[in-house]
Antibody, heavy 122, light 110 residues
């Protein structure tokens, strides 16, 4: 059974880099059937897609975050990571990692982690 | 401001049907059949309820159905049950490899 677990600091200082890792268990990240993504949700607000990565390293990013985001994959550790540079208070959110099917179903998200709350504050 | 527009709230009595709308543009909802709907309880991760406009993942009750007309997608919940009370979000593929979400609708079962 697939499990996705976010890990990383819960508090980040403004202007610093927000970093999170998603540990994948119950399935291999090195498969052609899936992309691996990050989605966030500010407190009391809606969902925002950040980006997605394929096991080969191919990435898709939200246009609004592209200049600050890097999503990478580590197949040896069966995990993928998010880095968001120059963090501000507006980046305070619950961050979810997720698995998406490749191909025509790429743009739906059937599997989610439980989420990790990250606050940006001095 | 979310890319897709949803009503902030909707409500219905047990057994009734309720429809939630999701309005976008020709560059997202209207241009592609990649509309999804998610159910989210407070403090929980979202759950995929509908994908590719009208398809249900395994395990989702057939009381949930999706449709699309022009730039507006809709989620209909028939035979409302108490446990259907939750937040619902739509999403759509948008031009140039982008995924956009609606602002969410809080469904209350009266």
């Amino acid at each position: 059974q697939l499990q996705l677990q976010e890990s990383g600091p819960g508090l980040v200082k403004p202007s610093e880099t927000l970093s999170l890792t998603c540990i994948v268990s119950g399935g291999s990240i090195s498969g052609s059937d899936y992309y691996w993504g990050w989605i966030r949700q500010p407190p009391g607000k809606g969902l925002e897609w950040i980006g997605s990565v394929y096991y080969t390293g191919t990435t898709y990013y939200s246009p609004s975050l592209r200049s600050r985001v890097t999503i990478s994959v580590d197949t040896s550790k069966n995990q993928f990571s998010l880095r968001l540079n120059s963090a501000t208070a507006a980046d305070t959110a619950m961050y979810f990692c997720a698995r998406q099917r490749s191909g025509v179903q790429l743009w739906s998200v059937p599997a989610w982690g439980q989420g990790a709350l990250v606050s940006v504050s001095s | 401001q979310s890319a897709l527009t949803q009503p902030p709230s909707a409500s219905g009595s047990p057994g009734q049907s309720v429809t939630i709308s999701c309005t976008g543009t020709s560059r997202d909802v209207g241009g592609y059949d990649h509309v999804s709907w998610y159910q989210q309880y407070p403090g929980k991760a979202p759950k995929l309820m509908i994908y590719e406009v009208s398809k249900r993942p395994s395990g989702v009750p057939d009381r949930f159905s999706g449709s699309k007309s022009g730039n507006t997608a809709s989620l209909t919940v028939s035979g409302l049950q108490a446990e259907d009370g939750a937040d619902y979000y739509c999403s759509s593929y948008a031009d140039s490899y982008n995924l956009v979400f609606g602002g969410g609708t809080k469904l209350t079962v009266l």
